[in-house]
T-cell receptor, first 114, second 118 residues
Framework: AQTVTQSQPEMSVQEAETVTLSCTYD???????LFWYKQPPSRQMILVIR??????QNATENRFSVNFQKAAKSFSLKISDSQLGDTAMYFC???????????FGAGTILRVKS | GAGVSQSPRYKVAKRGQDVALRCDPI?????LFWYQQALGQGPEFLTY????????KSGLPSDRFFAERPEGSVSTLKIQRTQQEDSAVYLC????????????????FGPGTRLLVL
């Protein structure tokens, strides 16, 4: 079974600075997908970024980028130029390439301070 | 079009009561998922539909939980004889299609139904 671990329950960052959220996972699969989802206090889960394991290039979406280290089974999220609206719970999630369900970590609460 | 919608947004039930939670997926989305999110935790998979077929119900915690999607669109999650441990947020998600042997499409989530069992 796959597991996802987020070792930082809470993080804080000053507005305009950069923060990195950690995620590690365990799987015996070679091909899979990794995701970061954001859940603001309103609770609607929003996709932030997605990475296919067979792609060596790290995914980037505007201020959000990942550091995908397949051998280490690590998938961290970097948020540059943090904004107050980035305050939310962030979840790392895993899905096998033939799977039909997301496996989530416990989440990291990120607070952006002005 | 509109995103995934869920109703009710909040539900308070007395222990032993039956509840029904509704999910309206994004129009045209073939796949539909239900997740349970306990307070302060990540969502956990409950069940998955492809059109009207329930292909995976391995995450349903007991036979008190039942889900259906009779016409391949709206889905209902029913919990019979609710218990206090059923208190959680129930999230519905949908995705566009299922390619090959698995869903490769991004799942889009609804706002959730917060269930409190007293």
């Amino acid at each position: 079974a796959q597991t996802v671990t987020q070792s930082q329950p809470e993080m804080s960052v000053q507005e305009a600075e950069t923060v990195t959220l950690s995620c590690t996972y365990d799987t015996s699969e070679n091909n899979y997908y990794l995701f970061w989802y954001k859940q603001p206090p309103s609770r609607q889960m929003i996709l932030v970024i997605r990475q296919e394991a067979y792609k060596q290039q790290n995914a980037t979406e505007n201020r959000f980028s990942v550091n995908f280290q397949k051998a280490a089974k690590s998938f961290s999220l970097k948020i540059s130029d943090s904004q107050l609206g980035d305050t939310a719970m962030y979840f790392c999630a895993f899905m096998t390439i033939y799977g039909n369900k997301l496996v989530f970590g416990a989440g990291t609460i990120l607070r952006v301070k002005s | 079009g509109a995103g995934v919608s869920q109703s009710p947004r909040y539900k308070v039930a007395k222990r032993g009561q039956d509840v029904a939670l509704r999910c309206d997926p994004i129009s045209g989305h073939v796949s539909l998922f239900w997740y349970q999110q306990a307070l302060g935790q990540g969502p956990e998979f409950l069940t998955y539909f492809q059109n009207e077929a329930q292909l995976d119900k391995s995450g349903l915690p007991s036979d008190r939980f039942f889900a259906e999607r009779p016409e391949g669109s709206v889905s209902t999650l029913k919990i019979q004889r609710t218990q206090q441990e059923d208190s959680a947020v129930y999230l519905c998600a949908s995705s566009l299609e299922r390619i090959g042997g698995g869903s490769q499409e991004t799942q889009y989530f609804g706002p959730g139904t917060r269930l409190l069992v007293l």
